[in-house]
Structure formats: structure tokens, C-alpha cells
């Protein structure tokens, strides 16, 4: 059984930074892309920042110059570093991996989901 458990999330002033992490648990033989998605009050879920195995990486461009994704491997990890929070970054931030590898193969995973909120 896999896990995606995020934490970090919070109550930030406009500008301030937060640092969400996602750890993934499990019998687990490879993790591929993880990526980080967003989903606001009456909106559809959205993509925000997604980093492959090797490193790179891609942002929407609502958050570029203030998000910065990165993944440590070796703890099957990943983190979004959020700086110069706005109003409109409040939402539920969910993990994911669309491709994390066990005994039963590749599937699809998600965290349970983040609160950040920024509000004065």
C-alpha cells in the first residue's frame, strides 16, 4: 500500500513563504514524475509545478519566479518551496505521482490534500 502524506500547509501573510512536503510510504521500487496540483473553492483542480526523476522540471506560470519544486530520491520526496504568496495561491495543495512502481505495478497516487491559505 502506497502513501503520499503532504505537510507544511498553513495560514501565511500576503508575501510570506511556505514549504510544502510530500513523502511517499510503501513497498516502493521507483517513483517516475511527481508534481504538485492546487484546487481553490469552486475550481477545477490545476497543475502548479511537476519535476521528472532525473530533475527537471515545469511550473504554470502563475507561480513561476515564486514556486520552486524540488525531490530528494533517496527519501522519496518531494517539496514546493512557495515564496511571495498571494491571495489567489489559497487552495487545497494535493501530491501526486502517475507513476510510482510496486510488486503490482505502475499506478497513479495522490496525497490527501494541503490547506494553505494566504490571508491578512
Known amino acids: 500500500q502506497v502513501q503520499l502524506v503532504e505537510s507544511g500547509g498553513g495560514l501565511v501573510q500576503p508575501g510570506g513563504s511556505l514549504r510544502l512536503s510530500c513523502a511517499a510510504s510503501g513497498s516502493i521500487f521507483s517513483i517516475g514524475a511527481m508534481g504538485w496540483y492546487r484546487q481553490a473553492p469552486g475550481k477545477e483542480r490545476e497543475l502548479v509545478a511537476r519535476i521528472t526523476s532525473g530533475g527537471n522540471s515545469n511550473y504554470a506560470d502563475s507561480v513561476k519566479g515564486r514556486f520552486t519544486i524540488s525531490r530528494d530520491n533517496a527519501k522519496n520526496t518531494v517539496y514546493l518551496q512557495m515564496n511571495s504568496l498571494k491571495p489567489e495561491d489559497t487552495a487545497v495543495y494535493y501530491c501526486?505521482?502517475?507513476?510510482?512502481?510496486?510488486?503490482?505495478?505502475?499506478?497513479?497516487?495522490w496525497g490527501q490534500g494541503t490547506q494553505v491559505t494566504v490571508s491578512s
Open positions: 501526486n505521482s502517475p507513476a510510482i512502481a510496486t510488486m503490482s505495478g505502475i499506478h497513479n497516487y
